[in-house]
């Protein structure tokens, strides 16, 4: 077996420990050799460590041999007949290694691949967790540092004994010590080490990579340009090629030299990387190699390429950043490439006086989520230039913006409706290949825990704006999350089929098991779990930490529970139900004990443990006003009160008294006091965030009332969860609504309303106006030259045609209905072609069938099982059909033109799928001009086609959930309704 790596990653110390392993020993009792090679070993060296092996073999004194076969032949004499490990340490060519092979097993440590057959392993650089945990610190404070370090083991361990010193006799804090030492490493480079560090290592940072580099010859040079790349980029062969001017065999053969030297890795077959530590070193080995190597890249890169901001800066260009920054077809490669942060980067290098690169930081901040994977780049181009609407003083700076989307596309007529108020302060995408349903702050109000699926478990770290997801156990949704108040550990709620079977949808009542898992927060490992009976997946039991940071309350279908992790013991009933039903809310004040809410028949229970740990009975309030299935029970910090959240009331209850201090008779969720307990907030009507303050105990014990401080509009919500955290500073609320994001709000005044939520559109035959419908059957007439002047109310709707609100009852009206369909059934739909005399009915998991008038069906798409309809439409014409369908949820997606034929159709006339991107979760409209159809679907995506073919135009995503959609009667202009209003588009040709 070869331990293969870097110098100083560790294989020494990781073969040295195996050593020591008793079981290793045990395996081995022929003894566990030692010998080191090092670099170009002399035959007088080879010979004279095999004499060595020998003579320890044999308790004699080493003898004297003529050559390398001759010791060779006395240490394999000398082995006995039971099994030995022999230990190759620093070896540099299998030839050397050769010399030892025999009946011993080998272990072998290299920086070369290859130099033994057989298992090889690779020893790369240390995780966050390991760096933090050798340098014996705070991982939060310590990561800038580890990561400077390039997570190599040998420099961590001369900072560690550097952190030691500065700490221990010197005086400084963590913060203070890290800072000092990652300025000077900025300064010197990380070779300084062998000048500050007094740690007792085999070879210093210098000598560690001077013997790497020595071998080289002439691939020396080509090594050191690999370092004037941005760090960690992958360098494509082909960019390598004009580099070093060779052909592609030669590019590759002196590339597998650097990789099988553990000098740079090959990620994938097409590029290079280069190691961090030895980039740090080569740059300051050779700074004017950097800047002559970024002149030549310059001279060949298009302004879209990625890194061209890095060239310039290197080669010192930075005269041509303000023009680039501003470039459209560089903002839209940027973000379809690297993302939103990559390009923030970029613009935190102009001029600070630079008011445009200022701005578009701050999109970025609010609104980076929208800019996220999935999107090209002239779909980024078209959602960027959308969004700078609303700040016409940055559009005005961008340049080259049609060449931007050379393809045409939808082009934003209107400011968009869905931007985000004031009080907004950062959007993070946490959640990206799902969504999130719960969020906690630790403690010191640094990190972020987030919770869902895709990935189930994210730590954002709000200084850095990083996030980490965690490999935690969970196969399905994590529901809950919430961090001890040392902040050492987090308990997790959530996947459902880890001790129970897979949920049945249609069991009506279906046996519901939650897992509660309790993790090391440095680490995510998980120290213990239990299993608790919860009502649905979308309801988990309530969890709440004790004091302690040891105890764990839960409030579930049976009961209230407590649970000691790591004790080895089960979770002890406190009190128990006397009948199934919603779940208990739970909450543990430091001082005052633990509160549990249940209801149980016509009653609500809440019951007071003053010190649960110790036992006894608690004392129980019984009362029809406390009834109803809890939606949030919080004790007031620094206080006696409690907030209890019913479905269509929320209650200031004083849980000692047993009296209802203060009713507010709304449907809220969520309330969460501020952590000095001066204010509640809420979660009202869907999109609201309600702050009120309250006055203390004692006024509210006399009769006094929280008063409404502020009203802030965060946007509309249609999922199943939503959760909200405030920082323990109380300047900042985390907010996480069913989505991929967590949003960062400042409670502070706000006067913003919400729009009014949109669910239908049509047009007027002459196009010149717009009529949009509502959730309630209301209709507004809109002038679409100015979707800001008053709407006027009609009532249907002004317009020929169906009213589309009615839908529900067209499957009735065409006698499509089966009987064991219900009357809110999502699964199936009918669309009717002009004039009605023609209509489609789609059900889920069978063909789509085209109706006439005179009783004529025709089946298309026969055998188009497994598959869910997410929406159809004809074209004006009524001559043709396009239809969307998912398999699964939705994972891949077709969208389909179909002709209206008598015949029935096996293939479709022309089809669009997608395997991967962008991720279309739910379809809620599907429309069609005589030239172009368009998809409306979650996640905020509005997607464009042009029926030739079935050719996707662009897609752009917006901020908020549209559902609607409608082109005016030329096909021109497409008009979008949704939960944030109306957004208007030009349908533009391509050039």
Known sequence: MALRGAGGFGKTTLACWVCRMPEVREAFPGGVLWVELGQNPSLQKVATSLAGLAAVLTGESPGTYADVPSAAAAFRNALSDKPALLVVDDAWSSADVAHFSGPSTLLVTSRRSGVLEGTEIAVDAMSDAEGAALLEGDPGVLRPLVDRAGHWPLALVMLSGLLRSLGERHGMTSEEAVASLMNELDRYGIATLDELSDADVLRGISRTLDLSLDELGDSRDRLVSLAAFPQGQVVQYETLRRLWDMSDLRVRAVADRFVSRSLA??????????????????????????????????????????????????????????????????????????????????????????????????LLR????????????????????????????????????????????????????????????????????????DVDWDPRGRLL??????????????????????????????????????????????????????????????????????????????????????????????????????HLAIGGMEGVFLWRSGSGTGPLCLARKDRLGSDTDVDWHPELGLLGHATEGDVGILRHWADPIAGGEPRVWTDRDLRGAGRGLWWRPRGGVAVLALPRSTLLVDPVAQRVLWRLDHRVSLPRWSPDGGRLAFLRSGRLLELWDVPGDGELEAGASPRAAAEIDIGSHQGTRQSLAWR???ARVAIVRDSAVVKLWR?????????????????????????????????FALDPLDLDAAAVECAPHPFS???????????????????????????????????????????????????RRNGAETVLVPGYDGRRWGGASFTPSGDRVVAVSGYGPFEKTDFTLWPVTEAAQGEPAARWTTLVEPDVRHVWRVTASETHAVIVANPGLIGLFELDGMRNVCWIRTNATARDAAFDPEGRRLAVVGDAGVYLFEVTPAG
């Not at 030895?278 to 800047?291: F, G, K, N």
């Not at 080669?315 to 990559?342: C, K, N, Q, T």
């Open 801 to 851: 045609g169906r009213d589309p609100a009615g839908k529900r009852s067209w499957l009735d009206e065409v006698g499509a209905r089966r009987e064991w369909e219900s009357g809110h059934e999502p699964r199936t739909f009918v669309e009717f072609a002009p004039g009605e005399q023609a209509w489609i009915v789609a059900r889920w998991f069978e063909p789509l069938s085209l109706c």
């Open 366 to 437: 609010l609104e980076g989520h929208i800019f996220v994977a999935g999107l090209s780049e002239t779909d980024m181009a078209l959602t960027l230039e959308s969004r700078l609407l609303n700040r016409p003083g940055l559009l005005e700076e961008v340049h080259h913006v049609t060449e931007a989307r050379p393809d045409g596309g939808l082009i934003a007529l209107h400011p968009m409706p869905d931007v985000d108020g004031s009080a907004l302060e950062r959007s993070v995408v946490v959640h990206p290949d799902g969504a999130s349903q």
């Open 747 to 779: 409670p502070e005044q706000s006067t913003e309303r919400p729009t009014r939520e949109l669910r239908h559109v049509m047009w007027s035959p002459d196009g010149g106006t717009l009529a949009v419908g509502g959730s309630r059957e209301r209709w």
């Open 265 to 362: 890795s090959a990620p994938g077959p097409d590029g290079l990387r280069l190691h961090d530590v030895t980039r740090e070193a080569l740059r300051h080995m050779a700074p004017e190699v950097m800047r002559d190597v970024s002149m030549r890249l310059l001279e060949g890169m298009r302004p879209a390429d990625d890194g061209r901001v890095f060239h310039l800066c290197q080669a010192g260009r930075m005269d041509e950043l303000p023009a680039l920054l501003r470039d459209m077809r560089y903002i839209s490669a940027r973000l379809a490439g690297a993302g939103p942060l990559a390009l923030a980067s970029d613009l935190a290098l102009a001029r600070t006086e630079d008011a445009f690169a200022e701005g578009l930081t701050k």
């Open 449 to 550: 825990a987030t919770v869902g699926y895709g990935p189930p478990v994210q730590i954002v770290d709000t200084g850095s704006w990083e996030s980490t997801a965690w490999p935690v156990p969970y196969s399905a949704v994590v529901n809950g999350v919430r961090w001890s108040p040392d902040g050492a550990k987090l308990a997790l709620l959530g996947d459902t089929s880890r001790f129970s079977p897979v949920f049945d949808y249609y069991d009506e009542h279906p046996p519901q098991l939650h897992a509660l898992s309790v993790h090391d927060a440095a680490t995510g490992v998980e120290i213990d779990v239990a299993a608790f009976r919860g009502a649905a997946i979308s309801f988990p039991p309530g969890i709440s930490w004790g004091a302690d940071s040891e």
């Open 728 to 730: 323990p500073d109380g």
